[in-house]
């Protein structure tokens, strides 16, 4: 079956600009993760989504990100006025159910690297 | 705080011989381990994970894992490595109550013919 897929799997902005970075998780996956991997760097955590409902943001680096899941399927990850600092890969994960009620490993898509120039 | 360790930036293996990856970890409460792999460009791929039960875990590929949990560890194993094995591998926690991971910096494995 399909796996989780990205877009767009490049991007470059300039300074200052905006960008969207979108995410499908796989069908009927009710969790959604984002992560911020640097490059040599393991995957940090960004947020993660219960279908429609963010509950854990505690990894956003600035009120300039922000993240949306509205129909509790495809979740954006909005960035906003890009810095360098910002340049990294950005990965999405799903997961079938909720953890704590058991424990989902969690399958993440190619990741969509972001250049900040 | 929780967090993970891989000591080893790389570690080179002859083809057809055993591999090891190091990881130790710090975590309140009972941890959940996991391995993950990542090829160039490609997305983390799962390999295995521990929760609970037999201390040596199966996975994916011929890999296995052993946790310890005096030495706080969960080290990577293969009995024969392929030169195919070669790739970045993360080892990552989750707390029982929370739902995000937190990965260690990755040990790039390199199989040599």
């Known amino acids: 079956g399909a796996g989780v897929s990205q877009s767009p799997r490049y991007k470059v902005a300039k300074r200052g600009q905006d960008v969207a970075l979108r995410c499908d998780p796989i069908?009927?996956?009710?969790?959604l993760f984002w992560y911020q991997q640097a490059l040599g760097q393991g995957p940090e955590f960004l947020t993660y989504?219960?279908?429609?409902?963010?509950?854990?943001k505690s990894g956003l680096p600035s009120d300039r990100f922000f993240a949306e899941r509205p129909e509790g399927s495809v979740s954006t990850l909005k960035i906003q006025r890009t810095q360098q600092e910002d340049s990294a890969v950005y990965l999405c994960?799903?997961?079938?159910?909720f953890g704590r009620g058991g424990i989902y490993e969690q399958y993440f898509g190619p990741g969509t690297r972001l250049t900040v120039t | 705080a929780q967090s993970v360790a891989q000591p080893e930036d790389q570690v080179n293996v002859a083809e057809g011989n055993p591999l090891t990856v190091k990881c130790t970890y710090s975590?309140?409460?009972?941890?959940?381990l996991f391995w993950y792999v990542q090829y160039p460009n490609r997305g983390l791929q799962f390999l295995l994970k521990?929760?609970?039960?037999?201390?040596l875990v199966k996975g994916s590929y011929g890999f296995e894992a052993e946790f310890n949990k005096s030495q706080t560890s969960f080290h990577l194993k293969k009995p024969s490595a392929l030169v195919s094995d070669s790739a970045l591998y993360f080892c990552?926690?989750?707390?029982?109550?929370?739902?995000?991971?937190?990965f260690g910096t990755g040990t790039r494995l390199q199989v040599f013919p």
């Open positions: 994960a799903s997961s079938e159910r």
């Open positions: 069908s009927g996956h009710v969790s």
């Open positions: 989504f219960q279908n429609e409902a963010q509950l854990d």
């Open positions: 975590v309140s409460g009972n941890p959940y």
């Open positions: 521990y929760i609970t039960g037999d201390n």
């Open positions: 990552a926690v989750r707390r029982y109550n929370t739902d995000k991971l937190i």
